[in-house]
């Protein structure tokens, strides 16, 4: 401990969890004080959710002790926490990453929810008064009587931290505190953390954000394969020896982009993709895309940024073939492919990496190898007429191995068995490959929503290497993503998407971080008659 932090309010001492095959925390201690904003990072699979859901009682370890900061005594003392229900008793409370929210309740009665008073009597009235006074105290401002459905990803977030301080909780833990906010509200909950720190209650987060740590945290400890590796003052340390503590080794954060000249000296080549004027509904449908013209040419990256929900999913589903057009036209090298089947986008070169990888990119199960030929086990030289050429298989799945650099016991191991930064090179390299086998000698066009979504920072980088190297051999690529730092350092456009209306296109080159997350929120950009970025 440093003098800064003398008297911890929770400590784990020697944390051991065990799973079956896996040690997730080898003899992990983490202390974090009263009044402190406390960072955990690690890369994917280092062992921080592992550790938080011991702390609030989903998990229980295996070998260790847990310390609590009596509130009578101020004394420490061993704590026994077998369930989230002890964590909330002991004044622990733990934010999740995806909301645990009812859409069809107000806010006010999602605070009380599940807590045993009152018993017999709801006086709403007196909860929303309780919710509102506890809003106004930390700058956590919601409506208590609006429904969850009405409100914005940001609020909701809000709400649920009002939860935990309803409950009385001391030790707040946060699981990826901003995955899904616009900047200002990032600004907005640091401001929020920071108070809630200065009155003496005690702040975890969990992040492979480094950009996280440095604008919150006070401390930060690093994980890394289920050890702690160090923990230290923010102050006092970068974001490269975070990175480097974080994976092992020195990591790029911007990565170098040519400049791309196409035909007759323009900065970029053909359209290779027209979306004009398109309509979608969503799954429940209602209207998600209203009118979203956009164009991709060769050699270029378009990113769309805005918040979740907004359409980018439709957007994705409606130029790859599997979501159905309302109105407008999707058209590819000019070849108009509304309403066509996906395996019509996959012949005419489209590749897509879909924001859910198991769920939508891959086939769990199954092995790597069956995976990696997804898109080419028809063709030659994989197959022969209805046969599956098994020498040709082996040979092309460990070419793609070789050249995406993916790391897996063997070809055949189940690929839900692999890392997340794995199973992204997997799908990186199936579709990459099949674009370029299905367009020829033209370009291909990448849809990428969401490709380092979860990825800590080594695997992040191996993944814009990727992206870059694509747009330098004249790839077009559509470029979806929430992560504003990651739209700057790739694309060379951003077009800000919210409500299923592109709000605006600028370069990316004289973007503003402030100007893209107003426009993020809704606000239409201002300007003059004629002038453009």
């Avoid at 440093?2 to 003899?27: C, H, L, S």
């Avoid at 975890?204 to 740590?213: A, G, Q, R, Y």
């Avoid at 080549?269 to 309509?279: D, E």
């Avoid at 092995?367 to 028809?378: E, F, G, T, V, W």
Wanted: with cysteine; glycine share 10%.
């Amino acid at each position: 401990m440093t003098e800064a932090y003398p008297t911890p309010a929770v400590e784990m001492r020697g944390i051991v969890k065990r799973f079956p095959g896996v040690v997730a925390n080898d003899r992990v201690s983490l202390s974090v004080s009263a009044g402190e904003i406390h960072a955990l990072l690690g890369e994917n699979g280092a062992g921080k959710s592992t550790l938080m859901n011991v702390l609030c009682g989903r998990y229980q370890q295996d070998e260790g002790q847990i310390l609590l900061r009596s509130r009578d005594t101020g004394v420490p003392q061993l704590v026994n926490i077998r369930s989230p229900h002890d964590a909330f008793d002991l004044g622990i409370g733990m934010v999740h990453q995806h909301f645990m929210l009812v859409p069809t309740q107000t806010v006010a009665e999602n605070v009380i929810l599940g807590l045993g008073q009152p018993r017999f009597v709801l006086r709403m009235g007196q909860v929303e008064e309780a919710v509102m006074d506890l809003s106004r105290q930390y700058g956590l401002h919601v409506d208590p009587g609006a429904y969850i459905w009405q409100i914005s990803v940001g609020e909701q977030q809000r709400v649920e931290i009002l939860k935990m301080l309803y409950r009385g909780a001391d030790v707040l833990i946060l699981d990826e505190p901003t995955a899904v906010l616009t900047p200002q509200e990032s600004e907005e909950l640091g401001h929020t953390l920071r108070r809630m720190a200065d009155e003496g209650k005690s702040i975890i987060f969990i992040t492979h954000k480094l950009d996280e740590v440095t604008a919150f945290s006070d401390r930060v400890t690093v994980l890394r394969d289920g050890k702690n590796i160090a923990t230290l003052a923010t102050a006092d340390t970068d974001k490269a020896e975070l990175a480097r503590l974080m994976v092992g080794r020195d990591v790029l954060f911007r990565l170098d982009r040519a400049e791309i000249e196409g035909e007759g000296g323009d900065t970029y080549g053909t359209a290779i993709l027209g979306v004009q004027n398109v309509q979608a509904l969503n799954d429940k449908g209602l209207p998600a895309l209203r009118g979203v013209s956009l164009e991709v040419c060769s050699g270029q990256i378009l990113g769309i940024a805005g918040v979740a929900g907004n359409g980018q999913r439709e957007l994705a589903e409606v130029i790859t073939g599997l979501r159905p057009v309302a109105g407008g036209q999707v058209l590819v090298r000019g070849q108009d492919l509304t309403d066509h089947s996906p395996a019509d986008f996959i012949r005419t070169g489209v590749s897509h990496i879909p924001g859910d990888r198991l769920g939508v990119g891959l086939a769990g199960n199954l092995p790597l190898s069956d995976n990696l030929i997804m898109k080419a086990y028809r063709r030659h030289p994989l197959s022969s007429g209805p046969f599956l050429l098994r020498n040709a298989i082996e040979e092309f799945t460990e070419r793609l191995i070789g050249i995406f650099q993916i790391a897996a016991p063997s070809p055949v191991t189940p690929v839900r068995m692999l890392s997340g930064g794995n199973l992204q090179k997997t799908i990186l390299a199936r579709e990459i490959t099949a674009g370029q086998s299905f367009s020829q000698d033209q370009a291909s066009l990448l849809i990428a929503m969401h490709p380092t979504r979860g990825l800590d920072v080594g695997a992040t980088e191996s993944v814009h290497r990727t992206l870059l190297e694509q747009r330098a051999q004249g790839a077009a690529i559509l470029l979806i993503s929430e992560d504003l730092d990651e739209l700057l350092a790739l694309a060379d456009r951003i077009a800000v998407i919210f409500e299923g209306e592109i709000m605006d296109t600028v370069a990316a080159a004289n973007a503003d971080l402030e100007h893209l997350g107003l426009l993020m929120a809704g606000e239409r950009r201002q300007t003059e008659p004629g002038l453009e970025d």
